[in-house]
């Protein structure tokens, strides 16, 4: 049971609000699994529209892999570009 609540921008999280859906964009060229990395900017806007259209209430976008077993770090820049 949750007993606090969370604001995600005007998306209210926790209690008795409805559960949430959120879609995960991957923009990290090292991740393990290919399938789901979107690079280029048609990827990422089809990716997007799928999420919105499959019901994503909001997006986290990834642009640096956090697989434990990588040793893989990206420039701060680089990152920022990626999202």
Excluded at 21 to 27: D, F, K, V, Y
Excluded at 76 to 82: I, L, Q
């Amino acid at each position: 049971v949750i007993n606090y609540v969370n604001k995600l921008g005007p998306i209210h999280v926790g209690n008795s609000n409805p559960v949430r859906i959120m879609g995960i964009l991957n923009t990290s060229p090292e991740s393990f699994y290919k399938k789901s990395i979107s690079i280029s900017k048609e990827r990422i806007r089809d990716a997007v529209r799928r999420m919105e259209d499959e019901g994503a209430d909001f997006i986290d976008v990834g642009g640096m892999s956090t697989a434990p077993y990588l040793s893989t770090m990206i420039s701060e820049k680089t990152e920022t570009s990626r999202i």
